[in-house]
């Protein structure tokens, strides 16, 4: 998932020569027999694509289930967290919070960093199969 709130991808220095996608992980991302699960999955896409992982269908989109749902317009950026607040009454850690004010990883602490990490993945999933009931009594 992202909070970034757009589906664009420009790599910060850091990223510029990124670390090998663990050979597990690129199966997962690539079977087209796992469901991924996004939140605003077009940055995540895109920015898998420019590193050579390229990530299959199925998956789903929390993002694109709210907008669905019609709980928001289409003009509102619904991020994780503001869907998070909304609808499973959970706080959660933002980006900006992960990596300080100078928004760039190279500074950012990796022990707040894997937490955020776990807690988005987590925060992600929760939320999508929250919008899937809300799908299926609509």
């Known amino acids: 998932g992202s909070n970034r709130g757009d589906s664009t991808v420009s790599n910060p220095p850091i990223f510029q020569h990124p670390a ?4 597990l992980l690129r199966q997962v991302l690539e079977s087209p027999a796992v469901l991924k699960v996004t939140h605003n999955g077009g940055f995540d896409w895109n920015f898998l694509d420019s590193h050579g992982v390229h990530m299959s269908a ?8 709210a907008y669905l749902l019609g709980l928001w317009p289409v003009s509102a950026k619904l991020t994780l967290k503001e869907l998070a607040s ?9 980006y900006g919070d992960a990596v300080g004010d100078e928004d760039t990883l190279e500074t ?3 022990a707040m960093l894997t937490v955020y990490s776990a807690q988005d993945a987590d925060v992600t999933r ?11 009594k609509a």
């Open 58 to 65: 199925p998956a789903g989109d929390s993002k694109v289930l």
């Open 86 to 94: 909304r609808i499973l009454r959970r706080p959660v850690i933002t």
């Open 126 to 136: 929760a939320l999508y199969l929250r919008l899937l009931e809300m799908m299926e």
């Open 20 to 23: 090998p996608c663990p050979p």
């Open 108 to 110: 950012a602490d990796p």
